[in-house]
């Protein structure tokens, strides 16, 4: 096979602190919500690198954002990248890394002059984090063809506005795509979002797979009333009703091992000191690795939702994404970068869903995890070590080798 010397960290470092000042917040977190002005700037920031390189960059219709590095094969390619949009009160890492450390792992290829046996493509989806526009990992969605072009110019954010609005507002999207090639690999580093790694002072997680992931939301539906007029034995207050239902949806987990469940929004209407609410919102989120356990789950929800109420109860499906084993050869690959560079490493699931996740459907794919400090993401103070990243890096690099050079031209 034939060698690279490792990454420069350096130089993969800075590229990280540059691309958090855009989007920028006060409190020192990143704040780049997909079809905004700040993630356009920040695609524009990577595109602009690759454009540097001679890459040949390519744009699709909802914005997905691929740099071409040209290999010895006429057709095969290998992928690798991750997004770099955010949630509201995001940090420097999540995503960004991914695209960076690829950017990284081509422009060392570059500087040694090496053509790998096939072209590798660098890949920043749009969209990942579903936070403004739902759902997430709406890029990796659009290009397996998960979702249509319809699905993602129709979707709205909470004020009205569409991503097809957005675009055009933009000039964000192109027509291009990645027919001309076939993708035989995808690979994502990224950091782990947990304490797995840190706990066990472990530099590298080679992930196997990804646990499934259901998204609901309840509504509970009463009747207002005065709070003070009306007695507790005439109300159908919708408030009671669905903390009743919180109380025994959440005592699920205790009786599934491996069960992940949490309320993480709810919302009472009219949401008045002095009045019974008419009508109670909360989502649920249930995540387990393996799938009948998954749908054991989501039909124990519903028989929950389902038992007589003195309120009238619906639910509405927003997001399904079956657990996923990622392909062997990709995660051998892996695997055979961090012992050639001498990192320990776990194999490990993950607890967060990835584009990985999504593009196992059409391609064998795998991940990379690098620790989280205090096993901290969506949040300001998210971090991980410089050492940790040129390790996570240098094992991308390895990876993209070892599957470029095991192919067959």
Known sequence: MNKIS????????????????IGARSDGGVCRLAFSDADLKGRNYVASALGDLGLEVRIDA??????????????????????????????RYDGALGVLAALECIERMVEEGFSPAQSIVLASFVNEEGVRFMPDMM?????????????????????GVSIGSELNRLSYSGQDTLNDLDITAFVELHIEQGPVLEDAHIPIGVVSGVQGLSWQEVTVSGKSNHAGTTPMDRRLDAGVVANQLIHEIHALPLAMDGLRLTIGSVTYHP???NVIPNKV???????????????????????????????TVTSKPLARVD??????????????????AGYPFTTMISGAGHDAQILQSCYPSGMIFIPSKGGVSHDVSE???????????????????????????
């Open 62 to 91: 909802v914005g997905n954002l691929f740099g071409i590095l040209k290999g010895q094969s006429v057709r095969k390619a290998i992928m690798c990248g991750s997004h770099t949009d955010t949630v509201a009160t995001g940090g």
């Open 383 to 409: 971090y991980s070590s410089p050492d940790d990243i040129a390790a996570g890096a240098n094992v991308l690099l390895g990876a993209l080798l070892e599957l470029s050079e095991g192919s067959h031209l």
């Open 6 to 21: 490792s990454i420069n960290a350096q130089r993969l470092n800075r590229r990280l602190e540059e691309l958090a000042r």
């Open 323 to 340: 657990p996923c084993s990622f392909a062997p050869n990709v995660v051998e690959a892996a695997q055979k970068a961090a012992k050639s």
């Open 281 to 311: 919102t909360f989502t649920i989120d249930l995540r387990h690795p393996n799938p009948t356990q998954l749908e054991q789950a989501e039909r124990l929800v519903q028989g929950i939702l389902q038992a007589p109420q003195p309120c």
């Open 139 to 159: 890029g990796s969605l659009y290009h397996s063809g998960s979702l249509t072009l319809e699905d993602v110019l129709g979707a709205t954010d909470k004020d």
């Open 271 to 273: 949401s008045l000191i």
